[in-house]
């Protein structure tokens, strides 16, 4: 045991985590929205009906989606998580594996499927896909790998003998619906705020499928010949209520409850709860089918019309530019966020305000929040890190460290307190404890820094307004390729993404894993 | 995780920034912002590369609404700018720029063999390698008989639903809603909208994607650009390129310029980048590569690539043009829903 | 009655349990051994959680687990468990904490309520049903986790060092209550202790579980007389000084 470092280590630890992440989302908020002063009549819309009823429909949708994702995803990651299911990690992983991309990409891999010349289309598969409800469907289907992650890593975090207990007094049936499901609401919570949050600001899907929402109005004063930062940022006020709202509920639905028991075998493998059936593996099929048809139907057609072998000679050092700042963002956001995440998990001042500003800075549109980081970070005494990488580095934080830091807060949530009550009684220092308490939630890290890699790799529209001449990530040459490039060569490019992603999370978690202790 | 993965962690993530902002912007080079296609821009920035031995470190573009598009990005970066040249897909966005006093004139070269009618003659743009604007139609759903020949079939009532646009608020479709307010008025202009709109023409997100509704029969027909219209031709789409309008005000024609900016940090380079794009050998490359029509005389095309000589054109002036899509701004988005 | 005949159990390629054959009757049985031992494993295995690779599992009169296969699912063993953590469920109140096995039994809402009041009030916890864990004392959780295992009407009882984490006098209020409710239901009850003093206050019969195998079983006073193990010896030769009360 380490004799309890200073006083000041804590507060010290915790300050210099904050400043991470501070100094990543403030700048560019404060630029965003101080663009709105000095704008002229910026607030007229707001006198409009048409644009509350735009904001209302909006929210419809992006509730539908979070509904729908909620619904089939916590059965799903139950399933995944508790059942004894063959080619579970296989099954598993390729259900995730949709996630990996821009939403547009399986979007357009569906219209080539159910557009009316689509594989399996014709008149009425094109009229649903081109329709509030195909929205629907196309961003539950994006969307839905994060409930049912999010889900099993809340479920398999839960104290064993509250389980057990459970399933004893009930059967397994009723021990996952009234002990595992509430017991994990912290993690099913953050997968609800993350599906609604990018449901709502999500503006690739909306505008291929022709379904009007409000994010748009937002981008017609960024990405028009008209470009009007400080209207665009005063249409994103709204949106700083809808932030505080998710918050809200969250904290209703999740926040706030003791976690009475101890628990023994926790932590372990245990066995599932769920014996086999063959219907699961139906059921496991479907999930990885559902996020891998999309992909392989983008392949079929790019290898119909050719180019797929091409794409070695367009895709440059973009998947290494990808990596490098995804990695370096995703390292300083576990970082950051395994301290504030304990704090935020604690009720801790700090962690409960950075939250806060990092879950509005997750809220806005993407466009809105690169604009600032420009306004804030493109002069010349930080020249250094605006012209580099490093500016996709701050992007990525400023945009996702709510992730990290929330699915840390959600594991250690589930862990008791008086755990670490008795290391603080035997003299245990700050980062002794903070390895304690990450050690009783070891998923947490490695669910925080995939969480946080797979958005910043996935991440689109920030990285194509910030990235350094020369250096653009393979999202972007994705899209820039996209317009007019060979069919094959985005759809092979596509493929490539999902398998550096899959390759980069995999890394990471051999590298966080527990270990087996001697 | 143990201390030593902690360390480890920290130690990287420590040093990473230090190394990495070493690798930031250099004088090396040059860097170009182009809103051309990638697919197109990129291997002139090679041949470029090739034949000068300057590395160019290039930004571009998506599709009109997959980002706020590099035009934004070079005002949003005005406080301290980070390229030399904009290489522009029309020649309405450099005057956005020219207006916020973001250019440096540069009259090149190269560009005494381009009319003047496609440049400034102080040189703040010049344009070269030109798009037009065409209709693009599925041959399964359009007979021979039947095809559109004026952009005004968009909103025929016998096409009512079957016809689709890209959103008038971005891209090339911009351009084309200002020339026609330059050509005929705003009120004819909004008055042909407002008939597309209760003609329930199909808003796309973008070029590409009438070209993806087009070639995929989800309608009969569609405004694109020459560009787009090629690529589906070269996949082998059942499609037809209709120029409109040659019995009428003609079609519009969409050079591409490049325009050299003020604040650049690599002045020669930047010249000689502008220089090459401005040459022959450049319009030739778009001809073959990107079914560009050449603004020079003399500039061997491609068969599939119609010249623009033989093309009845719009009569425009561009920056007229631009004005208008600047005073359109509102109405086009109230009439998109927005 | 409770019975293993030759119960075999491994994890992880290690024998946990080693043909431990053991029978409790409408008695309450001690179950006592070094940490590490089996006796968690053992529990587990009765109530269905682990399944043994040989042997015979019997509760009831009934075949619940035999040849490696598990004949009867935990949920339908009717056996009742008081865990060491008490594992009481803090999103439910106590009410909640009772109610859960009663629904999963299909019984009817009236005679749910009428059982939860009965338990409630013999573990003297009237009018606490609407508390959650969280808002009770560690000896009404105690109490709290015994009523949730005795709502059920169990055909046998497991308790896992229920007093483990109690102080002295909460300790006496909770044997008070096994005390009595031994004498009132003639439960089959399997305890596990390290306490010989508890063992000596609630049982007749002590099973010493070592390595895995029983080494010897009998009352505190033959294990005493004849200890087959140093543990044994260690075990049996603490004074017992706690008798329960019986006019409780």
Request: overall charge neutral.
């Amino acid at each position: 045991m380490t004799a309890a470092g200073g006083k000041w280590q804590g507060p010290s630890v915790v300050a210099g985590a904050a400043a991470v992440i501070l100094i990543a989302v403030v700048p560019p908020l404060i630029a965003t929205f101080g663009q709105v002063i000095g704008a002229e009549d910026v607030l007229a819309p707001f006198a409009t009906a048409q644009l509350w009823l735009l904001f209302a429909r909006s929210l419809a949708l992006a509730g539908a989606v979070t509904a729908l994702s909620l619904v089939v995803g916590v059965p799903l990651g139950i399933l995944f998580a508790r059942a004894h299911l063959p080619l579970q990690r296989l099954l598993f992983a390729a259900h995730l594996s949709i996630l990996f991309l821009p939403p547009f990409l399986p979007t357009l891999g569906w219209f080539h499927v159910f557009g009316r010349d689509g594989y399996l289309g014709g008149p009425l598969s094109a009229a649903i896909l081109f329709s509030d409800v195909g929205l629907v469907l196309a961003l539950t289907n994006v969307l839905l790998p994060a409930v049912t992650g999010l889900t099993a890593i809340g479920a398999r975090g839960i104290d064993a003998s509250l389980e057990e207990a459970a399933r004893v007094a009930g059967g397994p049936w009723r021990a996952a619906a009234f002990v595992v499901v509430p017991t994990a609401a912290p993690a099913i919570a953050l997968a609800g705020v993350i599906v609604f949050a990018l449901a709502f600001s999500e503006l690739g899907v909306p505008m291929f499928l022709r379904v009007d929402v409000y994010p748009e109005l937002v981008f017609s004063r960024l990405g028009g010949m008209d470009f009007a930062p400080g209207e665009a940022a005063a249409l994103a006020l709204p949106l700083v209520v809808l932030a505080a709202a998710l918050l809200w509920i969250e904290q209703r639905l999740a926040g706030g409850r003791a976690v009475a028991a101890l628990g023994g075998g926790g932590l372990g493998v245990r066995a599932p709860l769920f014996a086999f059936r063959p219907w699961m593996l139906g059921v496991g099929l479907i999930a990885a089918s559902i996020s891998l048809a999309p992909i392989a139907a983008l392949l079929v057609h790019g290898a119909e019309r050719g180019g797929l072998l091409e794409a070695g000679r367009w895709i440059g050092a973009a998947p290494v530019n990808s990596l490098l700042a995804s990695s370096l963002a995703a390292t300083f956001m576990v970082m950051a966020g395994a301290i504030l995440g304990v704090s935020l998990a604690r009720q801790g001042v700090v962690g409960v305000w950075l939250d806060r500003i990092a879950v509005l800075a997750f809220v806005l549109p993407a466009a809105i929040l690169g604009v600032g980081i420009a306004y804030a970070w493109n002069r010349p005494a930080t020249n250094w890190l605006y012209a580099s990488v490093l500016v996709l580095v701050v992007a990525y934080v400023a945009r996702y460290s709510a992730l990290a830091t929330r699915t840390v807060a959600a594991a250690v949530a589930q862990t008791p307190r008086s755990l670490d009550d008795a290391a603080r009684t035997v003299g245990a220092g700050y980062f002794d404890r903070l390895r304690l308490q990450l050690g009783m939630a070891p998923q947490a890290l490695i669910g925080a820094f995939a969480l946080a890699l797979v958005f910043s790799l996935r991440d689109l529209e920030t990285a194509v307004l910030l990235y350094p001449p020369g250096g653009e990530p393979l999202t972007a040459r994705i899209f820039t390729l996209e317009a007019n490039g060979p069919a094959g060569v985005v759809s092979a490019l596509a493929a490539l993404h999902m398998l550096i992603t899959f390759m980069a999370v995999g890394l990471a978690w051999f590298a966080l894993r527990p270990r087996a202790s001697a | 995780m143990n201390r030593r993965h902690l360390l480890a962690l920290s130690g990287a993530a420590a040093a990473a920034p230090l190394g990495l902002a070493g690798c930031s912007q250099s004088t090396q080079g040059v860097v170009a912002y182009t809103s051309v296609d990638q697919v197109f821009s990129e291997p002139v920035f090679q041949a470029f590369e090739r034949q000068s031995g300057i590395r160019v470190r290039a930004v571009y573009d998506t599709e009109e609404t997959k980002s706020t598009g590099v035009l934004n990005r070079l005002i949003a970066e005005a406080q301290n700018p980070q390229a030399d040249v904009f290489w522009s897909g029309d020649p309405v966005r450099p005057f956005q720029l020219i207006r916020r006093n973001l250019v440096e004139p540069y009259v090149s070269p190269q560009s005494t063999g381009l009319p003047d009618a496609f440049k400034a003659a102080d040189g703040t743009w010049t344009g070269f390698a030109a798009r037009a604007r065409v209709l693009l139609a599925n041959r399964k759903r359009v007979s021979d008989a039947d095809m559109p020949r004026s952009i005004r079939d968009l909103a025929a009532p016998g096409w009512r639903g079957q016809t689709a646009m890209a959103n008038p608020l971005f891209g090339t479709t911009t351009m084309h809603v200002g020339a026609l307010a330059a050509a005929w008025g705003e009120a004819a202009m909004r008055s042909f909208l407002t008939d597309l709109k209760t003609n329930g023409v199909r808003i796309s997100s973008s070029n590409g994607e009438v070209k993806r509704l087009v070639v995929a029969g989800e309608v009969a027909f569609g405004l694109t650009d020459t560009d787009d219209a090629n690529e589906a031709l070269k996949d082998g789409a059942n499609v037809a390129v209709i120029y409109p309008d040659q019995d009428d005000f003609g079609a519009l024609v969409i050079p591409t310029s490049v325009v050299m900016l003020r604040g650049a940090k690599r002045t020669e380079a930047a010249r000689a980048l502008v220089d090459y794009l401005l040459s022959a050998d450049v319009e030739r490359q778009m001809a073959e590569s990107a079914a560009h029509m050449p603004l020079r005389p003399g500039v061997p095309t491609p068969a599939n690539v119609r010249p623009v000589s033989d093309l009845h054109a719009m009569q425009v002036d561009y920056a007229q043009v631009s004005d208008q899509i600047e005073a359109q701004q509102d109405w086009l988005r109230r009439w998109g829903g927005l | 009655m409770i019975e293993m005949r030759d119960v075999t159990v491994r994890l992880g390629g290690k024998t946990i349990l080693d043909r431990v054959s053991l029978s409790v009757g409408d008695e309450v049985v001690a179950l006592a051994g070094p940490s590490g031992c089996g006796k968690t494993t053992l529990l587990r295995v009765l109530l269905g959680l682990e399944t043994p690779v040989d042997g015979e599992v019997w509760i009831g009169g009934q075949s619940v687990s035999a040849q490696g296969r598990l004949l009867v699912a935990p949920e339908h063993r009717n056996i009742a468990m008081v865990f060491q953590d008490l594992a009481l469920w803090p999103h439910l109140t106590a009410h909640g904490n009772l109610a859960f096995g009663l629904r999963a039994r299909r019984v009817s809402k009236d005679e749910r309520e009428r059982r939860i009041a009965t338990a409630l009030a013999w573990v003297g916890l009237d009018g606490k049903g609407d508390k959650r864990p969280g808002q009770l004392s560690g000896g009404e959780r105690q109490r709290v986790a015994i009523a949730r295992a005795l709502v059920l009407d169990p055909h046998a009882l497991l308790l896992d060092e229920p007093f483990a984490s109690l102080d002295i006098l909460l300790k006496h209020e909770i044997l008070n209550l096994l005390a009595r409710l031994f004498a009132e239901r003639r439960l089959p009850t399997l305890c596990v202790t390290h306490d010989p003093r508890d063992a000596a206050a609630l049982a007749k019969r002590v099973i010493v579980l070592e390595r895995g195998r029983i080494v010897q079983e009998g009352t505190l006073g033959e294990l005493a007389e004849a200890s087959a193990t140093p543990f044994v010896r260690a075990f049996a030769g603490v004074n017992r000084t706690f008798v329960p009360d019986q006019s409780a």
